[in-house]
Every structure is written in structure tokens, then in C-alpha cells.
């Protein structure tokens, strides 16, 4: 089955199905073997057999949709378009049992592609992107049902369909267009289907042969490079935007500067005809002599640095050193760059070359936004790799990472690998690939990860477990391997042994003394127990090691909150508490403390413990003397416990402060918020009027208590309204006689006219 498995790597389809049916020889029933004979007899486009190996890996494991949806496939390749949909349609139901909805999506599709009349399909896609909050393309798969069924003459059930379609997206133009419609009695457009066609490559690949060819990185470059010289070549007017790197002298008569741009033109024609026909030192001349008549392209440095690697080092360092500030340039240039310097034995200069050109790799499978984390990993890499003196190792460096991706289908490959790993983000940076490639048997690693994936891909989460632990004993104590080992566990829904997986990781990276790494780790199992104190309280400890406060303080709240959540708000108190002591030993932001005591206030008046909470949102004034929220509790929280004298004077405090701060209009908000919960309190009323008189401009308290007066009467508060009312006619407002006339009204008749 290895042999098989690497042979399939390769592409060598006929010698992998070769040592596939070996495998099926001594175990004939063997799933894993029929699938992967399957395959290969598939690429070769022995269709026939294909059929007939997937028929028994379906009746071997019924319950798996790789054959099901491998057979659609080949009947697609056939034309035998009524069993491609059928099984289509098979496959999706195996993926959606499997919870794998992406996969039932891609089935759904590629049988609606077929028959795009077919109201299942669009049914059953509409229901999978409403489950995972793909609402568009919910409502455009329902839009596309109702006007299948309006269209066979179903009226009722189609404006169903629209009017639950605008359920989901009540804004989407699509679907309100289309409610429009059915309300007008008008037919919807026919549904047309999109101009992609089916999803199939198997018959694409007998009709499509022109699709462009993999590349090497070096092939991938030259091509590229080249194209942008034909650009150059074909395109000599001076509107070109890529002559803007003919930086030739103002100064020079118009008519030298012409003959330049020309000789130049004419040398970079040569070195492309010199290249194709393989005259390479011939091309390499003509590319130098065109850089030397003023082209600063950084394809023409590639090209002359691809040219002269072999035959002049030193030319072709300083022409590639110039490419590599190139993004398409930079990753082929560096292995030219590692190729020249590990030919001439300078081994650190090589090494470092191709940990660049890995990066550049590393750096294809992942967003931008990813870069930079990543770009440091591979420096501190290259800083331990330059300290080692011994040349073997250097050279297991250089022929490792030149040996992984020095091939055509790179892009494949170290995507694949990337998928196994956990997803990155902030919290989670990306691993550097390139450790796994500097392992003793790499290539193997490498080979056995990449087969992985595809047996991921293909669902087959078992064997691809299996695969894992076999490429482990080739480096047992790689903790990346155990953490795809972990990743594939979590797929499993093995969360208990991936919990363990990754305390042991995180356990060896502190014995290696690399304390972020095992924050990282640990912070994995975390997410998957959240409740385990153990795994908190190392993590904390570690964070806190590392100065970490901010980070550590965090975790003890994210503990606090899933306690609160628990409905233990006992437990969740005491670790806000400690929270609180822990904060206050540092240097930690006042707003942390602030945060946390209204947290531990919120706790003790859902416990009803008044008291308690009085003292917390004491302190919080303490600390931020202007929130009204805190004040206004503590005002309302001594009425509550009987102290109105101590209420009183906390709310004539508090207007003190904000008179102080000229912020008398807040003090007007804090008063009045005090009057809505308390109308008939006469110390309420006397202070609104009080504070009211402060204000230097009379029409702006005036307008300030209508606007609460309407507030309130929306809230249906009549009798808090009632008294800002009372208010503002004792101000005497000009228009007291249109005041007196709602207030009255109100009195009398319970209604809630706006007021004045």
C-alpha cells in the first residue's frame, strides 16, 4: 500500500494500481485498497474497471461517499449523465450523515449543473447554506425552486419558497424583487443556470488538455519572466508602462535616448531567442548587455541570473540578488541563490538562501495578515541554522528544502500539509513549515502527510490517522506531528485523547524551555475544555512567567464568564476577586479593575445582596468618578437599604462633581434616570428643578426635560413624566400655557400626549 501510496504521489498511475492490487491479493476485501485501485485505474482513464473496484469499496463501506462520488464521476467522463446525478445525489446524503457539508455542497452542485431543473438539488442546497449561514446563496437556491415550481404550475408552494427566502434575507434585492412579482401575479424568470457547467474533472481532462502545465518554482519564474520580457520586446512605445524601467538620462539628446531604448529592445529579443534554442551563454550575454543599455526589470536580473548560474556564480548572485525583490520572483531566485552559493561550498550563505525561498513557499498558505508571524519564525529559524558549523547538517538543510520543493506540483504539496495543521489566527500563528522538512526522513514525513490529506479530503479520517502515527516513527518526538496527530483526533470527535495529546506537547515544550509554544498549545486544549481548571491555571502560571499579564488577567475573566454562564455565580465571584487582587499587584490598566468590579457588582444584585454591592460600586467611583451608571446605583442602592439621608447626599455629591466639570446637563441625565424609578419621591423632584436652575442657558434645560418628558412617556412612565413637566413650568417657560395644558391632560386621562 506504501508503495502504491508513493508511486500515486508521483502521478505513476499504472505502477501504483500495479502494487494496489498486490495489497488486494492478500486482503481481497481491503477498503482502503479498492479506493485507492479505484483511483489509479481512474487516471488512467479505465473507466470500466474504475466502475467495477468502486462498486466493491461501496458495498465494503456503505456508509463512505468517496466511491459513490468517484463513481458519479466516471459516469460524467461517460456521458451517462442520469447515473452522474443519481450518485451525485447519493454522495451528498453520505456527506451530510458525515456532518461534512462542503462536500455534500460540491455533489448538490455538480447535479444541478446536469439537470438544473431538478428541485431536489436546488432544495436540498437551499436547506445546507441556510444551515451554515451562507444566506445569499440560501435565498438564490430557493429563488431558483420557486421558479421551477411556479413554473410546473405550483403557484402556492413558489410564493412560499420567495416569502421564506426574504425570512432569511429580508433586504436581499433578489427576493424582493421576486415577492413583487408573485404578488402581481407575474410569472418569475425562467431559472438559468450558471455558465460554470458541472464540477466534474474526470471529463474535462479527456476534452481539456491545454490547461496549463505544473511548473517547478524555477520553471514557474522563467515562464513568468519571460512573458514580462515579450511585453517589453513586442510593446516599444514609450506609453508602455514597463518602459518605465529604461531609466536613461534626461540630459542625453532625444535621438540618443531613442537609440538606447532600441539597442536595448534589440539585446533582450536575442537573449530570448538565444534561451530558446538553448544557447545559454549566448542568452545570458545579450541579457547583460541589455541591462548595461539602462533595463532594470527585475525579469531581465532572473533571467540573467537563471542563465548564468552555471556557468558564472558571482554574475548570476548579483543579478538574482536584484530579482528577488520581486513577490513572483523572489522564492525561484532565492533557489538559484542556494543552488549557486551550495555549489561553491559556502553552506550558511546556501542554507539561508533556501530557508527564503521555504518562507516564500510557507508564505502561498496563508492570508497576507499571516506574513509577519510567519516571516519571524523563519528568522529565528535561519538565526539557530547559521550557529551550526557542521557541514553534513548544513547540507541536509539545503538538499532537504531543495528536495521538497524543487518539484512540479509544490503548490499542492505544501498547501496540503498546511491543511492538516490547526487553523491560524491571532491567537494561534502559524507553524513554519520547514521544520517538518528538516526532520531526519523528510521526504518520507512529507510524502506520508501529503497522503493525509487526501485521505482527509476524501473523509477517510481513519486511515489518515493511521498515516500520521506511521510517520511518526520516523521522528517520534516531532511535537508538530503530534499536533497533527491532535487536529486529526479533534475531526474524530476524540476530544478527550486530543485534551492529552496536547498536554503532553504543551509538557514538552516546557522541558525545552519554549514557554510561548506551550502557551500556544495549551490554549488549543483550552478551547476544547473550557471548564478544566488545570489546564487554566497552568496556563495562567505560564503567561504570567512570560509577563503576560494582560494575557493571563484575560483567561482568569474568560474563566469567570464561563461560570457565570454556568449559573455558579458563587464560584464566578471568587474569580473575579482574584482577578481583581491580580491586577492590582501590576501595572494593569485601570479600566481591567474597573470592568472587573461592576462585573462582581452584577453578581451581588442578582444575589440580592445590596450591601455588598454598595461597597463594590463604591470602590468603582473611586476610580472613575465621572460613569452616572455607578452613580446612580449607589443612590438608588441606599433607598433599597433604607439610608435615604446617605442617598440624598450621594446624589448631591455627585451633582457637585459634575457642576465642578461643568457638566451640569450630565447631572440633569443622573437626576432624571433617579425620577423615573422614583416619581413620588419629593427629594427627587426638589433636585430636578435644582439642578435644572443651574443651567446658564434656560431654553437648553428646557428643551433638555422635554426630551426625558417624551422618553418617558414612551416607556409609558406617565407619572415620572408628569414631574418633568411640573419642572419646566416652574421654570417658567414662555409657552408655560401650552406645558399647563398636557400636564393637565395627563392628569386628568391617563393618555400620553408628547409634550410640549
Request: aromatic share 6%.
Amino acid at each position: 500500500m506504501r508503495q502504491g501510496h508513493s508511486a500515486a504521489w508521483d502521478q505513476h498511475w499504472e505502477q501504483a494500481a500495479r502494487y494496489y492490487r498486490q495489497a488486494l491479493a492478500e486482503v481481497p476485501e481491503d477498503y482502503l485498497a479498492l479506493n485507492s485501485l479505484g483511483l489509479a485505474l481512474m487516471e488512467q482513464g479505465q473507466y470500466d474497471e474504475a466502475l467495477q473496484v468502486y462498486r466493491k469499496a461501496a458495498k465494503r463501506s456503505p456508509e463512505d461517499p468517496a466511491p459513490q462520488e468517484n463513481m458519479a464521476k466516471i459516469y460524467e467522463a461517460q456521458n451517462r449523465i442520469e447515473e452522474a446525478v443519481l450518485l451525485s445525489f447519493q454522495a451528498a446524503d453520505l456527506y451530510l450523515k458525515a456532518h461534512n457539508a462542503d462536500r455534500a455542497v460540491q455533489n448538490l452542485l455538480r447535479a444541478s449543473a446536469y439537470r438544473p431543473q431538478n428541485m431536489r438539488a436546488h432544495t436540498q442546497l437551499a436547506v445546507i447554506y441556510e444551515r451554515i449561514g451562507r444566506f445569499p446563496s440560501a435565498v438564490k437556491e430557493y429563488l431558483a425552486a420557486a421558479s421551477i415550481t411556479q413554473h410546473n404550475g405550483d403557484a402556492q408552494t413558489a410564493r412560499q419558497m420567495v416569502e421564506y427566502a426574504l425570512k432569511i434575507q429580508p433586504n436581499n434585492e433578489e427576493a424582493l424583487s421576486a415577492y413583487e412579482r408573485i404578488r402581481a401575479g407575474k410569472l418569475l424568470p425562467i431559472y438559468q443556470p450558471g455558465k460554470s457547467g458541472p464540477l466534474g474533472k474526470i471529463g474535462q481532462r479527456d476534452q481539456a488538455r491545454g490547461r496549463e502545465p505544473l511548473r517547478d518554482p524555477i520553471e514557474d519564474a522563467t515562464h513568468y519572466a519571460l512573458g514580462i520580457i515579450a511585453d517589453l520586446v513586442l510593446d516599444p512605445s514609450e506609453s508602455n508602462p514597463l518602459f518605465q524601467t529604461l531609466h536613461l538620462n534626461e540630459t542625453t539628446p532625444a535621438v540618443k535616448n531613442e537609440m538606447d531604448r532600441v539597442s536595448a529592445l534589440n539585446h533582450l529579443l536575442s537573449a530570448v531567442e538565444a534561451h530558446s534554442r538553448g544557447r545559454s551563454v549566448q542568452a545570458a550575454a545579450e541579457a547583460e548587455k541589455a541591462i548595461n543599455a539602462g533595463v532594470v526589470h527585475p525579469a531581465v536580473f532572473y533571467l540573467l541570473g537563471f542563465l548564468a548560474h552555471k556557468n558564472d556564480g558571482q554574475k548570476a548572485l548579483e543579478a538574482l540578488s536584484r530579482s528577488a525583490s520581486d513577490a513572483r520572483l523572489a522564492m525561484a531566485s532565492e533557489l538559484l541563490i542556494g543552488q549557486v552559493q551550495e555549489e561553491a561550498d559556502n553552506l550558511k550563505e546556501a542554507a539561508n538562501a533556501y530557508l527564503k525561498a521555504m518562507y516564500e513557499a510557507d508564505a502561498t498558505t496563508l492570508p497576507v495578515e499571516m506574513s509577519a508571524p510567519l516571516r519571524l519564525q523563519y528568522r529565528q529559524i535561519s538565526d539557530q541554522i547559521l550557529k551550526v558549523n557542521d557541514p553534513d547538517q548544513l547540507r541536509y538543510v539545503c538538499r532537504s528544502i531543495s528536495g521538497q520543493i524543487m518539484r512540479r506540483g509544490w503548490r499542492q504539496q505544501v498547501s496540503n500539509i498546511r491543511q492538516l495543521l490547526p487553523p491560524v489566527s491571532d491567537e494561534t500563528p502559524p507553524s513554519a513549515l520547514v521544520m517538518l522538512m528538516l526532520l531526519p526522513n523528510s521526504n518520507q514525513i512529507v510524502a506520508g502527510l501529503s497522503r493525509a490529506q487526501r485521505l482527509v479530503s476524501n473523509n477517510a479520517l481513519l486511515p489518515a490517522l493511521e498515516e500520521l502515527y506511521y510517520d511518526l516513527q520516523f521522528a517520534p518526538t516531532e511535537t508538530l506531528l503530534h499536533e497533527l496527530i491532535a487536529s486529526m483526533m479533534i475531526k474524530r470527535e476524540h476530544v478527550d485523547a486530543a485534551i492529552d495529546k496536547y498536554l503532553l506537547i504543551a509538557r514538552k515544550y516546557e522541558l525545552t524551555g519554549d514557554r510561548n509554544q506551550a502557551v500556544r498549545v495549551l490554549m488549543q486544549a483550552q478551547k476544547l475544555a473550557p471548564t478544566n481548571l488545570a489546564i487554566r491555571n497552568r496556563l495562567i502560571e505560564l503567561l504570567f512567567s512570560l509577563d503576560r499579564r494582560d494575557d493571563a488577567i484575560q483567561q482568569y475573566l474568560d474563566l469567570a464568564e464561563t461560570y457565570y454562564r454556568l449559573a455558579d455565580l458563587d464560584k464566578a465571584r471568587a474569580t473575579y476577586l482574584n482577578v481583581l487582587r491580580l491586577s492590582q499587584k501590576g501595572e494593569t490598566n485601570k479600566s481591567w479593575n474597573i470592568e472587573i468590579l461592576k462585573r462582581v457588582a452584577d453578581i451581588d444584585l442578582q444575589r440580592l445582596d445590596w450591601r455588598q454591592a454598595l461597597r463594590i460600586f463604591d470602590q468603582i467611583r473611586g476610580l472613575d468618578p465621572d460613569d452616572v451608571e455607578t452613580r446612580t446605583s449607589l443612590v438608588e442602592l441606599n433607598y433599597r437599604l433604607g439610608q435615604d439621608a446617605a442617598a440624598i447626599s450621594e446624589l448631591d455629591s455627585a451633582v457637585t462633581y459634575y457642576d465642578s466639570m461643568n457638566k451640569i446637563p450630565t447631572a440633569m441625565r443622573m437626576v432624571s434616570n433617579l425620577v423615573a424609578i422614583r416619581p413620588d419621591n419629593k427629594d427627587m423632584q426638589s433636585r430636578l428643578f435644582a439642578v435644572s436652575h443651574r443651567v446658564k442657558n434656560m431654553p437648553d434645560a428646557i428643551s433638555l426635560l422635554d426630551s426625558y418628558a417624551d422618553e418617558l412617556l414612551e416607556n409609558k412612565n406617565t407619572a415620572a413624566a408628569i414631574v418633568h413637566l411640573e419642572t419646566i413650568i416652574a421654570l417658567g417657560p414662555p409657552n408655560t400655557i401650552e406645558y399647563r395644558k398636557v400636564l393637565e391632560q395627563l392628569r386628568g386621562t391617563g393618555n400620553q400626549p408628547a409634550a410640549a
